[in-house]
Every structure is written in C-alpha cells, then in structure tokens.
C-alpha cells in the first residue's frame, strides 16, 4: 500500500508575512499557496499512490470562498478519475467545514467523522475523527476503532502530540498511546514540522506544513510518500515553491565591499524554488535600515531570492555613547512612552489591510524602537543629524 499523506495545506489563509508588505513578494507567496493543491496531486500521480490522506486544517476558515473550494475539488477529481480515492478528515482551522455546502465533493472523496469513522480501499482500512468544535482539549483517540484484523490499517489523527512547542494543546495524546493502539500507520497533523518516528513496523507521522507562509514555519514544505510493507518506508517529497529561511551573519568589518560578502554568503544555493529570508545580524555599526538595504543590495543578482526582514541581535546593538542617545534610550523604556507608542501603532493597524496590520503588531514595538534608535544614534556617532 502505497499513501501520500498531507496536513495542513489552510488554503484561503491571509498572508501575515512580512514579505506581504512587498507586492511582489507577496504576489508570489500567493500565488504558491493558491497552486499548493495542484502540486499535491502531481506528486500523487507521479508516484502512482493507492490513496491520497489529508490530515485536518485542509482549509484555514469552516467556510471556504466558492472559487476556492472549486478549484480544490477540481484537483481531487484529477486522483479519483485515475483511480486514487482521497481520505479527509477536520482539523482545528476547518472544523465546521461542510464540504457539501456547493455540492457533494463526488465519488471516491471520503470525509471519516464519528458517524462514519472507517473506509475501506483496497487491503487497508482508513480510521479517523475529524474535530467537531474549534478547541478540542481531550485526547480523540478513546474513541478510535480498534484495528481490523489482517488488513493494513491507518489511522488519521489532528494532535497537538504531546503538546508540541508554538501550539495549542488541541487532541492531545502521546505517542506511546498511538504505537500501542494496533494501527500500522497514524497519519498525523497540526504541527507544522515534519516528524516521523518507526518502532516495530508502526510509523508515526507528522508531515509538516507543505507550503509555509511566514518565516516561522521556515524550511522547504514537503508532502510525505508512505509505502507500507513489513517495515514502512518514509519520503519526504518537496513541494513548496517558497521556502523561508533565517539567517545568522556576523559583521566583523564595517566595510561596505565585506558587509555586501557576507549576505551573499549567506543566501541559500538555488533550487528552482523562491527563497525569503530574515537576516539576524550581529556586529557593525550601520543601522538597521542600512543594513537591510545593504542585504537586498548584495542579493540584487539573485532573482531566487528576497529580503522577507532583518533583526540586529540584541547583543550586538552599538551601545550609546553620546549624551542625547542615553536620554533617547531611557525615555523610549518608559512606561508613559511605551502606551504612546502601542496606541500609535492601535491607530495605524486600523487604517491598513488586514494582510499587512499584523506587521505592526505591539509585540514588534521593541523591534521598531530599537530600529529608530539605532538610526538615532548612529547619525550622532558620526555626525550626520540634521
């Protein structure tokens, strides 16, 4: 038996990157997560799978736009006219999903829930219990069937695991519970990085979220192709088209020609995927604008890659060392100045799209200090105020 197993595509899903404040980056991150599905389903083909499983979070809202759940069911109708039934279930994000609400999604494209748990394709049997309510806080798998004897069975499961970190704790269990349960497969998801334990010939898998969208769930999304045999063989299969990456350089020189060096450095080597990447600096005396314009400069020649954002690691800040930099910097720490400062970015939130608001969120107050004060202080450093 031969799966591809997917989770958490949340197509429809706003883009709150910072590459959203860049049109063009963010045309491009929207045009990855709009062809995600069709990828899905070229991989399926190629590898001539037996079923295709999604486990949960499919959509990122329970009522997805028309045009979107179309074009969805256009690409799972490409598998079932080939022979290759999908298996679904809900996840947190879609748990109220109705995916007949434009029509019954067709034939060979099964939804498992607790009114019907189980399907039958081929030698295995598919278990899984989709959530019905957006905060599930107790393990699901008590209510699991309990495996069919001399057929293959795999289990689909939305867990937060044993609590993984970043994630609220939704359908908890541990991963001794489901080694122990009699399925030969759990076809995990809700944790957006790829994990996959095999113990006994039982496999544990969590395959990650195919295509990131900001820069924490970096690294290049993949899709899992399962063949289940006495002992089961795992493949991560790249399917992203924009991958995020973070970035540590250290500036040893002030030097534009060695600055320029060491973010070219940097840069990942191209793959024909796009890569965005937030820069994480340390050492130098340029502020950070500076630097960013510096980062997009040394990477002009690079049309694989963008600038997603750029941070100067806390230690590294140039310490203040003029009189009116020191007043600058202990003003902007007090109580009084921060709630100014919160309700200026309150204010401008409100007047931008949704897409790009989270950008000025108040927990990026720090980060937009610190940036203008580094400005500050450096044009005083070296007399260039005014």
Known sequence: MKILHSADLHLGSPLRSAAARDAELGARLSGAL????????????????DAVVLAGDVFDGDVADVTLRAALM???????RSGIPVVMIRGNHDALMDLDRYGPPGEGIHLLHHGAPSVRIGPATF?????????????LLPNYPRPEAGRINIGLMHTSLDGAAGH??????????LLSHGYDY??????????????DGIAVVMPGIPQ?????????????????DETPALQAVPVAQVAFHRRS???????????LDAFLAAAPSRDGR??????????????????????????TEREDIGVEDLRRTAASRPAPVDGLARLMREEAGTASFRDEGLRILAELRSALPSEIADALSDEALDDLLEDGLDTVGHALRHGTAG
């Open 168 to 177: 609220d704790p939704y359908a908890p269990c541990a991963v001794s519970d």
């Open 34 to 49: 709009d062809g995600l599905a069709a990828r899905l389903v070229d991989v399926a083909l190629r590898e001539r799978v």
């Open 186 to 199: 759990w076809a995990l998801g809700h944790i957006h990085k790829r994990s996959a334990q095999v113990q």
């Open 127 to 139: 278990h899984g219990l989709g959530f019905r309510a957006r905060h599930v806080q107790t393990s």
């Open 249 to 259: 350089v250290a500036l040893t020189e002030d030097d534009q020609s060695s600055t």
């Open 74 to 80: 256009a690409d799972l109708r490409r598998l079932t």
């Open 274 to 299: 796009h890569h965005l990447i937030r820069f994480a600096v340390a050492g130098g005396d340029q502020p950070t604008a500076a630097l960013t314009a510096l980062a997009r400069a040394a990477l």
């Open 212 to 228: 990131g969208r900001h820069v924490n769930e970096d690294g290049i999304g993949s899709v899992t192709i399962a063949t289940l």
